[in-house]
């Protein structure tokens, strides 16, 4: 028999420990690689989207007079790198709207110029052709570039002629929007409306001012999706690297019990005479291929894991960059590189093992000073928890930056981790100490054996026990939060969406004049810079505009307010939501100064508000002050109605030719559609969080049952003394519910310090903004009932523990 057929023969008899090896394994490389995939392909949109971002000014004519040809040629003639683009919008208001742009010169934009000079994507890869590169090899047919959804919205329109353009898939594309050379676009034009525009980027004005007779406007000031993306893909990464945590801790302790279950079949094979060194390489060989084995079925995995997860992660971050392809991209080198960490973790830690398996061991000497290495090993163990803990903690409470934050609650994890199956063994010898009956003594000196064996799969389930009740502490606190700061907010009856830009007094007539409306409020948003002090830059923020006279407003809530608040807010006020505030460090009473267009202003801050979900800060300001020339201005429109129920609005747009194309929603149900966009935000993090938890109570139960396997010989030994068989099993199942039931009642405090991380630190880093920390015993109770039941599966799927043939060499 080869050496191949006696380790074969091994998982033969033990069938679930090469299961447990390979699930876990599967398990953890699934979860890592799902992840990775996500967010290494967010990152690629994101370096994309940075360049579509960018400063711009728009090219007017001082006289009034429309742009044309002349115009372009004379500012190219005067060396301005300018590029003309033709928006064509139509009257369906789900219809993508068509950006016509010159190849030729269209790479004065950044955002059309070759992909692989901001590094977005590799080179030679089929994304990295430039848009402008691919409108230019087309000059021959019309072409439409755009992601999948908007071709597909496209095609559902059956505009004329629409069916001789060829539609081309590509990244990097903002949403709603389709490019096409200006030409197709112009040929489109009498289907909608259509606005040309010459751009330029605004460094072309700061170098050398425009000719005489025109002037820039302000298209868009940029801007900077980075800490939002960075934090929530930063989350995710540290979601993926506990899974990851947790694995190569159970792999760590399924590897040593398999060891030790076949001492004494490698103690044979060495007596018999294979060398230690071959037996060596034959075990690393086996841990290799089992993990590949594992590891590449995980990375399969976790692309099916990421495709699943896709919908939540895109609308998660809906609107900051392009992620309608995350589902599709194939496994990244990072994703492969995870693959190898997991790896290398199992490997060196079998690694570790082998080579503490001495021939002295494995010829059977005893080695007289287990005991006290054991001894020494957990003192050092002690002070170095608890100095990994305090060390972390106050990193924790004095860092703002978001990595420090998760990698100091992650040192805090750790420690407590390390201390806590030693808590759990003292507890028990106390327990022991004061035992009267012989049998109860027992009971608990078997309990403290199991903690030592099951130290490593303990210390994996508490840490995912105290990730789920961190951040269902977390997502709870914030859904309840969230619903009622929306019950606030939300004071209107109908809210109006015009689905393009509209003269904003115009519409607020026309809307007044409506049957049953009793109140109008418009509110204009668009976007300003903020002055910071120099030599930092100034910040692009949002603007809302509204009237603050509106009795639509009066029962907004805020954080910090002045007296009289919204007649300071027209005289000379600014109202900023909690975001701003905490990255400026500003309070009431504080002076910004910010600017509108191409008009600058100075401000007193008379209240901050709260703003959950979104993470860029906002300036909200009296209409009055709002020049129509805002960059990306845009009016919607809150009504209040005598009578809703009453009320047929849903067939307004029908009835006025002016409201063509518009949505209208009531209250109703714009809270549903803010409930599901939050169900989105978090699908992803509990699930995460509920997988995790899974893998270490699946491998717990696995690990649970060797080890009661292997101390059947304790049990057999009490039923020859007289214990009857069926006390001896519900022994066997009291102790591993007692052990999982107290590891779940000590995770819940680490559970608790994790939602406080999470809501104190994580969430004003990273979004900024605070939440309250709720406490939720209900859940508690049912992760210590599922810890319970572990136990509880763990006793009964061991059967009857008594094994007289166990003693046959005794």
């Known amino acids: 028999m ?7 023969s091994h998982y033969r008899r033990h069938p679930g420990q090469l299961v447990g090896l390979l699930l876990i394994l599967v398990c953890a490389a699934m979860l890592w690689s799902g992840v990775r995939s996500l967010t290494g392909s967010a990152e690629s949109a994101v370096a994309k989207s940075r360049a579509a971002l960018e400063p711009l000014r728009s090219v007017v004519r001082e006289d009034g007079a429309p742009l044309v040809v002349e115009d372009f040629t004379r500012l190219r003639r005067a060396g301005f790198c300018v590029s003309p683009r033709l928006e064509v919008r139509f009257a369906d208001r789900d219809a993508p709207a068509v950006i016509g742009i010159d190849p030729f010169t269209a790479g004065c934009l950044r955002q059309y110029r070759e992909s692989g000079e901001e ?33 597909a919205r496209w095609q559902a329109l059956s505009l004329p002629g629409a069916e001789a353009i060829e539609l081309d898939e590509s990244d990097g594309i903002p949403r709603g929007q389709l490019l096409a050379d200006i030409s197709v676009a112009a040929e489109l034009a009498s289907s909608g409306r259509s606005t040309l525009q010459i751009l330029l980027p605004a460094v072309e004005t700061e170098k050398s001012p425009l000719p005489a007779g025109y002037r820039g406007e302000v298209e868009d000031y940029g801007v900077q999706p980075d800490p939002l993306v960075e934090a929530f893909l930063l989350s995710l990464d540290a979601l993926g690297a506990l899974a990851l945590l947790v694995a190569a801790l159970l792999v760590r302790s399924v ?42 079925a995980g990375v399969w995995l976790g692309e099916r894991l990421a495709s699943a997860m896709a919908d939540g992660f895109q609308g998660t971050l809906s609107g900051l960059f392009s992620v309608d392809t995350l589902a599709k991209s194939v496994p990244t080198t990072q994703t492969w590189l995870g693959m ?40 050092w163990r002690w002070l170095g928890a608890i100095g990994l803990v305090a060390v972390s903690l106050a990193i924790l409470l004095l860092t703002d930056k978001l990595w420090l934050v998760f990698a100091s609650a992650t040192g805090c994890l750790l420690g407590v981790g390390l201390l806590l199956p030693e808590i759990l063994n003292r507890l028990l010898a106390r327990a022991e100490h004061h035992c009267r009956q012989p049998l109860l003594e027992w009971s608990c000196s078997e309990m403290r054996a199991l903690c030592r064996l099951l130290s490593l799969p303990l210390t994996a389930l508490a ?61 204009v948003r668009g976007r300003a810079l903020l002055e910071q002090e120099p030599p ?58 910010f600017q509108l267009g191409e008009t600058k202003h100075a401000r007193e801050v008379v209240g901050i508000y709260a703003d959950y979900g979104r993470p860029q800060g906002e300036l909200m300001l009296p209409l009055a002050l709002v020049p129509d020339s805002l960059p990306n201005r845009y009016s919607t429109f809150v009504l209040g109605v005598s009578d809703i129920q009453r009320t047929s609005w849903q067939d307004w747009p029908a009835q006025y030719t002016w409201m063509a194309g518009s949505r209208l929603r009531d209250q109703v149900g714009l809270k549903q559609a803010a409930n599901a966009a939050f169900a989105r935000t978090f699908q992803l993090t ?16 696995l690990m649970g049952l060797v080890i009661f396997r292997m101390r059947q010989g304790s049990y057999t030994l009490l039923h020859v003394y007289g214990v009857q068989r069926h006390k001896l099993r519900g022994r066997l199942i009291a102790h591993s519910m007692l052990v999982t039931g107290l590891l779940g009642l000590l995770a819940i405090p680490l559970g608790v310090f994790l939602g406080w991380v999470l809501v104190a630190r994580v ?3 990273a979004f900024g903004w605070t939440l309250p920390l709720h406490f939720y015993p209900g859940f508690w109770l049912q992760v210590w009932l599922v810890c319970l039941l572990i136990g509880a599966l763990v006793g009964a799927l061991v059967g009857n523990p008594v094994r007289l043939e166990t003693l046959k060499n005794e």
């Open 2 to 8: 080869g050496l191949g057929s006696v380790f074969l």
């Open 119 to 151: 590094g977005g994507v590799e080179e030679g890869s089929e994304n990295g052709a430039s848009i402008a590169g691919k409108l230019l090899s087309a000059l021959d047919r019309p072409l439409l570039l755009g992601s999948s959804r908007d071709l």
């Open 255 to 296: 590897y040593r019990f398999a060891l030790e279950q076949r001492r004494r079949s490698l103690e044979i094979l060495v007596r018999i005479g294979v060398p230690l060194v071959k037996l060596r390489l034959a075990l690393l060989l086996e841990v290799l291929l089992v993990a590949l084995i594992g590891g590449i």
């Open 340 to 379: 190898v960490l997991i790896l290398a973790v199992v490997v060196g830690w079998a690694c570790l093992d082998l080579l503490m398996l001495r021939r002295a061991q494995w010829g059977g000497a005893e080695v007289n000073s287990a005991h006290a290495g054991r001894l020494k090993a957990g003192y």
């Open 463 to 523: 840490f995912s026990i105290a990730t789920a009740i961190g951040v269902q502490a977390m997502v709870t606190g914030f859904e309840s939060t969230f619903a009622r700061w929306l019950d606030q907010r939300l004071q209107g009856d109908l809210y109006v969406d015009p689905g393009r830009p509209v003269a904003t007094d115009e519409w607020r007539a026309q809307l007044r004049n409506l049957p049953d409306v009793t109140s109008v409020l418009p509110m």
């Open 536 to 593: 930092v830059d100034a910040m692009p923020v949002d603007v809302l505009a509204i009237d603050p006279g509106s009795p639509l407003l009066q029962e907004w809530p805020f954080k910090a307010a002045a007296p009289d608040l919204w007649t300071e807010l027209s005289n000379r006020g600014v109202l900023i939501n909690e975001q701003l505030a905490r990255r400026q460090s500003l309070a009431v009473g504080d002076r910004i100064r």
């Open 686 to 701: 509990q699930l995460l969080n509920v997988l995790t938890l899974a893998l270490a109570g699946t491998a717990l139960a």
């Open 763 to 765: 969430n004003p880093a």
